[in-house]
């Protein structure tokens, strides 16, 4: 893409927000895979697994599973956020657990 088609091109980032970003779409990778895990195993049987589409009740266990979950959890997130919790409020550790853990760039 042209930078000049590019209406952010010229702004800078900075570090704490691209930290906070990276925090964020860590842990919606995280609820993600564990939401796929979970319906998965929830609504696909493991021993019977013999045909390579999901049956019209595989489907809607799964549609039903995911939904549920993303409701549940915006509804944790939405009450987390309206109590004003933050890693510095709520998980005084945090710094040790940054210090303790290795970058995983390195």
């Not at 319906?39 to 013999?50: L, V």
């Amino acid at each position: 893409m042209s930078f000049f088609l590019n209406q952010y091109g010229s702004q800078d980032v900075s570090e704490e927000k691209l930290q906070i970003a990276e925090v964020q779409f860590d842990a919606m990778c995280t609820t993600f895979n564990n939401i796929l895990k979970t319906c998965m195993e929830k609504c696909i049987p493991h021993e019977e697994y013999s045909e390579g589409d999901l049956t019209k009740g595989e489907i809607c266990c799964i549609d039903r599973c995911v939904a549920k979950m993303h409701y549940s959890n915006r509804l944790i997130g939405a009450y987390v956020q309206s109590r004003g919790f933050g890693p510095s409020t709520h998980l005084r550790h945090i710094e040790q657990f940054k210090r303790d853990v290795p970058d995983a760039d390195s």
